[in-house]
């Protein structure tokens, strides 16, 4: 078991290279590059499982060259992985095989590159899930952004892909770049690297202003890459367009990531030298209800399917970001089992988008409208995709959903429900109406927009042309996508499974025993599971009828709203517009004024 | 350069001449930065790039990270500025 | 003096950032984004140094000599090497970007907006 | 925004921010205080863990491999990503094919501008092959090395023989070296589980005494795949940048 840790990040860096040695014999032949590849990544994908079955008994230590710590001083670099880590990192492979086995047929490769470039993303991303150095998280961090820039700008034919790409870039690496700065602070203050030694050394002293800051400066790269409002500015533009496979990978678990990271330092370095959890809490609520309400926002009133898709994501990670913020297990556990859930749909959305890009040449809803009832298996899965997005029982979502709104409601904030319901009513509503009018053909299409149809009729050539027919290797993975989406919803262990690794994430005291001591750590079974609470239920059902309520609103209401609904729309169009320009200026002065708002925050609070 | 990086290596003089040498970098690096900066012309710029990851270098050999120094000067000195003069090269091709 | 690097290095942050936003050329932005980088490798090696420590290399000088911390000057290394790949890419970014849009001006890249 | 709303908001946030960041830096050690103990623990044992006098080559290739593993492929990964942003596009290369023969004709140097480039090739090559081998013991290593050695190719195109080198395609030779060092930096630290130890351990023979140029196991060994790897990377990178100015010059008039 010990021996498959490095090997998930070194076999596919090893297969990068290889692929790359072997680019002459292998350009030629496209089946045997992508057989090769798909093999990679399903073996990541199995040594994960395993990684993840025993992590899930308790944490399981790697030292890099063997260099153990000495006397609770940490010399090596760690792979320190919980059943959390673990687990975000088998969806991460799990999403990299459904996207490698989609791309198979949906456009030409360009000799080995893409094939190289997947292989280390992936490996980018493992390695920043299961990394116990918060330099090293910087390293891998860096890592999956490199291949995520290349890969967004995959199609250098078109305008779009390269401001995105420059976009995306520029603002990720000013937001990595100020992470650093807050590695360096906390290297200065401890002497320490391993996170796990961090914690322990800032103990539960008193925090410094270097703790206040070095903690506020590595969240905020990982907040730029998880999207969250006002870092978020990036995403739509990258994550609209690149290759759809790649926005899986993007939507479904690159932005979870960066979240992933704000929980792993948290909870392993700074939790128990901030304490004032009222106001970690508060800051982070904050944050999470402006993404979740930004997102929604930006997300109905689109008419590009992948941005209407970028934007949702962004939705979701204030929503996740919210369950984080409640800083209890349960919260945790929802959002984990919420980025699951979400993941699973959201990839199955993207790959139907991709579907109807690959037949019908456009994502632009306009014109789609009604053009998609020809592929009935895809809108099929596109509806009830769409529905598990708005939290359908017995979805992961809605498991997640619930459990966030339990334990907001324990703790005395129920208006944080309300905050979902609405952010998940106006993201599934726009997903519905889409899945409506597409694939169903049913209201009116929406009036056309000049700007829209000039920025959606670009997307053709990602393949070559419309095609007949839908290959096989195209609709299997997001039907497969889905059907896990409903599985993990019922499957009855999932609950405390999951409850469990989340406290087990927030023990800093057994994890810092374990990395500094090696301290055995056998965890105590699962408790039983929260399960779901009547309320939870009903909500999600409120949201689901909601939802639909709002896509029937935006299908057929220029029948009987026409009037106000063109007037707001032409107020609010130049505002919204100005805010999400598309120039990398303003993301980063917005980027500023966020560090320096959220700064002041804590600054005058954590003293 | 190999000459340089050994002469670096010895242990350093008086702390007092140290300090004012380092002093007077660390100002020439404020300035450099601002430098950069504020330049409009990126061909300038690539040149007073170089100039200042020269600067940063000696920083770097007066600090005692000569490993570091060397490749700031590799990197940020020769490379970079190369990368950048090409690719204006070829931006300047359809503007102006 | 003592806190004077650590001045230079808020410094450079904000020159590199205001580099950044005021630029109306995609090069100069990179090159802006270089400058903000360095700030780190300020940082990380100011964090290190020690009044009375000598390079960390024992090729000459006796065992047990105190040196300056060697852990951020590989930290620095790694930093420029990710400075390096970053900007190479920005820069094909870059020319592939004035080719399409027929400008390097932030600004005038408008194809996604709303 | 406008550019002037814009510079005005940033000056807010931009006081913002240092002020906040200042508060942090503020709270650190004295300049040239530094307390450990990391660095001086590694100073303490790394000359007898790993025969290394150079203590940074230590650091970097064994206590810190792993970090020094991302990044190789961070520079692998971006000359990837350089080699698929700057393809040859459909229909660009009928489009220009006016410019290629100008752009040939403007390269074309006297063979004193080349020999005189090629006065610098030889030793700037030895001197990167000397900080390539030499990271155990010299402020050096393969990155500097690599970086130095790539710089001696550049050297040659910029002699005015980057024609004969694209009529000789070495680019294939450079893609698969770039990568050679690359997988061969993975490969070494599998050689490690082989031999029953820890990814990344040291499991060939350390070598005596301690600072030989062939001590170090392997050390040496990373830091020369190293080398190979960022050299090759940043031939590869300068060389798609350069096929775009002088070969597909559009809109030169």
Same mark, same amino acid.
């Given at each position: 078991?010990?021996?498959?840790? +490095? ?28 057989? $090769? ?31 153990? +710590? ?90 779009? *892909? ?20 807050g590695v360096g602070l906390i290297y200065a203050q401890t002497g320490a ?5 961090i914690?322990?050394s800032l103990?539960?002293h008193?925090p410094s202003s270097v703790v206040?800051v070095a ?49 792993? &330092? ?7 030298a ?27 009133? !689109? ?87 708005? =939290?359908?029982? +017995? ?23 309300? $905050? ?85 994430? !927030? ?87 966020? &560090? ?12 | ?34 430098? &950069? ?60 | ?46 964090v ?20 300056? =911390? *060697? ?8 930093? &420029? ?34 | ?23 942090g830096?503020?709270g650190l050690p ?5 307390r450990? *103990? ?84 030889? +030793?700037?090559? $030895? ?11 010299? *402020?050096?290593?393969?990155? !500097?090395?690599? $970086? ?106």
């Open positions: 078991m010990q021996t498959l840790l +490095p090997l998930v990040v070194a076999v596919p860096l090893a297969m990068a290279a290889g692929v790359s040695v072997a680019n002459p014999l292998l350009k030629e032949r496209r089946v045997v590059l992508d057989a $090769v590849a798909v093999l990679t990544v399903a073996v990541v994908f199995v040594m994960l499982v395993v990684i993840m079955s025993a992590a899930a008994g308790g944490e399981r230590i790697y030292w890099f060259a063997g260099i153990h +710590p000495r006397h609770g001083v940490v010399l090596g670099i760690d792979f320190a992985v919980d059943g959390l880590s673990a687990g975000l990192a088998c969806l991460t492979s799990l999403l990299v095989l459904a996207s490698m086995i989609f791309s198979w047929r949906y456009f030409e490769s360009v000799s080995t590159w893409f094939h190289a470039l997947m292989l280390v993303f992936l490996a980018g991303m493992v390695g920043f899930c299961l990394t116990g150095d918060v330099f090293d998280l910087f390293v891998w961090f860096e890592v999956m952004g490199v291949a995520a820039y290349a890969l967004t700008a995959y199609r250098p034919e078109e305008r779009g *892909p390269l401001q995105g790409a420059l976009n995306f870039a520029i603002t990720n690496s000013v937001g990595a770049y100020l992470s650093l700065s690297l391993n996170m796990a030694q914690g322990a103990g539960r008193r206040v903690f506020l400066l590595i969240c905020v790269g990982l907040l730029t890459k998880a999207s969250v409002a006002p870092f978020h500015f990036w995403l739509a533009d990258a994550h609209a367009v690149a290759p759809t496979p790649v926005c899986v990978l993007f939507s479904g678990v690159m932005v979870e990531l960066g979240l992933y990271g704000v929980v792993r &330092v948290y909870w392993s370095m700074f939790g128990p901030l304490g004032h959890r009222p106001t970690i809490t508060a800051a982070f609520l904050a944050l999470g209800t402006l993404t979740a309400l930004v997102g929604a926002l930006y997300c109905f009133r !689109q008419r590009h399917l992948k941005r209407l898709l970028a934007f949702s994501t962004v939705s979701h990670a204030g929503l996740f970001l919210i369950g984080v913020a409640l800083l209890t297990p349960l919260g945790l556990a929802g959002a984990a089992v919420y980025v699951l859930g979400h993941a699973l749909v959201k990839a199955a959305l993207f790959l139907c988008v991709g579907i109807v890009l690959h037949r019908l040449g456009s994502v632009d809803e306009t014109r789609l409208h009604g053009r998609g009832r020809a592929l009935r298996v895809v809108g099929v899965i596109f509806a009830v995709a769409s529905l598990g997005l708005a =939290d359908l029982p +017995p979805f992961g979502t809605f498991l997640g959903a619930g459990w966030i709104a339990d334990s907001a409601s324990a703790h005395g904030l129920p208006w944080v429900t309300a $905050v979902a319901m609405i952010a998940t009513v106006v993201v599934g509503g726009a997903a519905l109406r889409v899945a409506g009018g597409v694939f169903f053909g049913l209201g009116d299409p929406p009036p056309e927009d000049a700007r829209m149809r000039e920025e959606a009729s670009e997307e053709t050539s990602e393949t070559e042309g419309a095609k007949a027919r839908t290959p096989v290797t195209m609709i299997v993975p997001p039907l497969v996508l889905l059907a896990v989406a409903v599985v993990v919803g019922v499957v009855p262990h999932l609950g405390s499974v999951v409850e469990h690794a989340s406290s087990q994430l !927030q023990d800093t005291d057994r994890y810092d025993a374990a990395v500094l001591r090696g301290a055995s750590t056998i965890v105590p079974g699962p408790a039983p599971s929260p399960g779901v609470s009547a309320l939870s239920l009903s909500s999600s059902l409120a949201t689901v009828a909601g939802s639909l309520l709002l896509a029937w609103i935006g299908l057929y209401g220029r029948r009987f709203l026409r009037v106000d609904a063109d007037r707001i729309r032409a107020r609010v169009t130049p505002l919204l517009d100005a805010l999400q320009s598309g120039v990398v200026n303003d993301y980063v002065t917005w980027l500023v004024v966020g &560090v320096a708002c959220l700064g002041g925050a804590l600054a005058f609070t954590i003293r | 350069m190999i000459l340089l990086v050994h002469t670096a290596v010895r242990p350093p003089g008086p702390t007092w001449a140290v300090n004012a040498l380092q002093v007077t970098l660390l100002v020439l690096v404020a300035a450099g930065a601002a430098a &950069v900066v504020t330049m409009r012309d990126p061909v300038r710029q690539a040149v007073i790039l170089s100039l200042y990851g020269v600067v940063l270098a000696v920083l770097f050999f007066s600090v005692q990270a000569p490993d570091v120094a060397l490749s700031e000067i590799t990197v940020g000195t020769v490379a970079l500025p190369l990368l950048i003069l090409l690719t204006l090269a070829k931006v300047r091709g359809g503007q102006d | 003096m003592s806190v004077l690097p650590f001045i230079v290095v808020a410094w450079i942050v904000g020159a590199g950032l205001y580099g950044i936003i005021t630029s109306r050329h995609l090069v100069h932005q990179i090159i802006s984004l270089i400058v903000l980088q360095s700030s780190t490798y300020v940082l990380l090696l100011a290190g140094f020690h009044v009375n420590g000598v390079a960390p290399y024992f090729s000459d000088i006796p065992r047990g000599t105190r040196t300056v =911390d *060697p852990v951020v000057q590989a930290l620095a290394l790694t930093d &420029v090497v990710v400075e390096a790949a970053v900007t190479a890419l920005l820069l094909a970014f870059a020319i592939q970007a004035h080719k399409r849009f027929g400008s390097v001006d932030p600004e005038e890249l408008r194809q996604l907006r709303g | 925004m406008t550019p002037l709303v814009r510079r005005r908001v940033f000056t807010v946030g931009i006081a913002g921010l240092l002020a906040f960041y200042g508060w830096l503020s004295a300049f040239g205080d530094y450990g *103990p990391y660095g001086f623990l590694v100073d303490a044992l790394a000359i007898h863990q790993t025969h290394a006098t150079g203590i940074v080559s230590a650091v970097n290739f064994f206590y810190r491999g792993f970090d020094t593993l991302g990044e190789e492929f961070i520079l692998f990964i971006a000359a990837t990503g350089v080699a698929t942003v700057l393809r040859e596009l459909r229909g660009e290369h009928d489009r220009e094919e006016n410019d290629l023969a100008e752009g040939r004709a403007a390269t074309l140097t006297s063979d004193a501008v080349r020999m005189s480039a090629l006065v610098f090739v030889g +030793p700037v090559l $030895v001197m990167g092959w000397f900080l390539t081998t030499h990271a155990q013991t010299d *402020p050096s290593g393969g990155f !500097q090395g690599g $970086v130095v050695m790539a710089t001696a190719v550049i050297l040659v195109y910029l002699g005015g023989q980057f024609l004969v080198f694209e009529r000789l395609s070495p680019i294939d030779v450079a893609d698969a070296a770039e990568a050679v060092g690359a997988g061969g930096f993975v490969l070494v630290g599998l050689g490690a589980l082989m031999a029953g130890a820890a990814y990344l351990a040291d499991f060939l023979p350390l070598g005596s005494p301690a600072g030989a140029v062939d001590a170090s196991g392997t050390i040496a060994l990373i830091s020369f795949f190293v080398g190979v790897e960022v050299a090759m990377a940043f031939v590869l990178i300068a060389n798609e940048l350069l096929e775009q100015t002088i070969v597909v010059r559009k809109g030169s008039r």
